[in-house]
């Protein structure tokens, strides 16, 4: 079980001002979106503590340089290199918000995460963009041509002790509190191969108890999602067995497929550790080892910290 680290903000400027030899001027946060639902015109999910911050200080000239926190890697090319260094992400966003009309200018950029898990380089990019570039475009024309639109949108419109809700182009909040639940990250391994589209009235049955803060009837109902997209998922077999024995030991409110391998589950706060306890020794049967736990809860994301 990992207890994921908070971000410690100071820790990340101390780094910062050792690599550039200067403080930083902004700094951004984006948690780890986690998807509940995603069905035709409508998603929801929540941004985790799992995430990255990206600190960051203007420079006079065109020249961006990024580093890496958790590598020796770096990035460093002016405005009109951007085209010969198209291969390097970061590079390949900025110059799609070039396209979109972004003055781009000069920065020095560290890219910081908490955790190996979640690397989420492109909305920390787009959030950044407004403390070094102006004509920053609608961050909905970022995130759609970025693509993963859903999910960038989703990672920028984190609340904390909330959960998302996007349909129609609008973004409304439902109670998702730290004081109540925690969502546990359990990791398999194993990915979906697509990225299905649950049924959207199982989603609004959810999303319509989680308003009324009845998280047994909304863990119900995800589970029921859930198993609608096991169904028709072939490639998660370790997810799925991880799933139905999540359901069957009882010991969370429900859970729903990770997209980077595994599930999720919304879990009551005193029940944490007896649902990883149970749900290890039952997989480790299966399996031979248990899932790679992680607690976490809804955070803000896409904001400014500091």
Excluded: W
Aim: with cysteine; net charge neutral; glycine share 10%.
């Amino acid at each position: 079980m990992k207890t994921v680290k908070k971000m410690n903000f100071n820790e990340v400027y101390t780094d910062y001002k050792k690599r550039f030899g200067r403080e930083k001027e902004r700094a951004y946060f984006v948690g780890k979106p986690v998807v509940f639902f995603s069905c035709r015109g409508l998603t929801a999910g929540c941004c985790v503590s799992v995430g990255g911050c990206a600190a960051l200080a203007r420079r006079d000239d065109d020249r961006i340089i990024v580093q890496f926190s958790d590598s020796e890697k770096f990035i460093n090319c002016s405005k009109s290199d951007l085209e010969n260094n198209k291969d390097e992400k970061v590079c390949a966003l900025l110059l799609k918000a070039e396209t979109l009309g972004a003055d781009l200018r000069g920065a020095e950029i560290l890219l910081h995460y908490n955790s190996g898990i979640s690397h989420p380089y492109q909305p920390l990019i787009m959030t950044a963009m407004k403390g070094f570039c102006n004509n920053v475009p609608d961050v909905r024309e970022l995130a759609g041509s970025a693509g993963n639109y859903e999910k960038n949108m989703l990672a920028l419109s984190g609340r904390q002790n909330c959960a998302a809700v996007m349909e129609g182009g609008q973004v409304r909040y439902l109670p998702l509190d730290d004081g109540a639940v925690k969502i546990v990250l359990c990791y398999t391994g194993d990915k979906p191969k697509n990225t299905a589209q649950g049924n959207i009235n199982t989603a609004r049955a959810a999303l319509e108890e989680l308003s009324r803060g009845d998280y047994e009837k909304f863990g119900g109902l995800l589970s029921r999602y859930t198993e609608e997209l096991l169904a028709r998922e072939k490639s998660c077999r370790r997810a799925s067995r991880l799933h139905k024995m999540s359901v069957q030991l009882g010991d969370a409110y429900g859970s729903g497929i990770l997209e980077d391998g595994g599930i999720y589950a919304i879990v009551k706060n005193d029940r944490v550790d007896t649902f990883m306890h149970n749900l290890s020794e039952e997989y480790r049967k299966y399996c031979g080892a248990p899932p790679e736990f992680y607690v976490t809860k809804a955070e803000d994301s896409g904001i400014i910290c500091g």
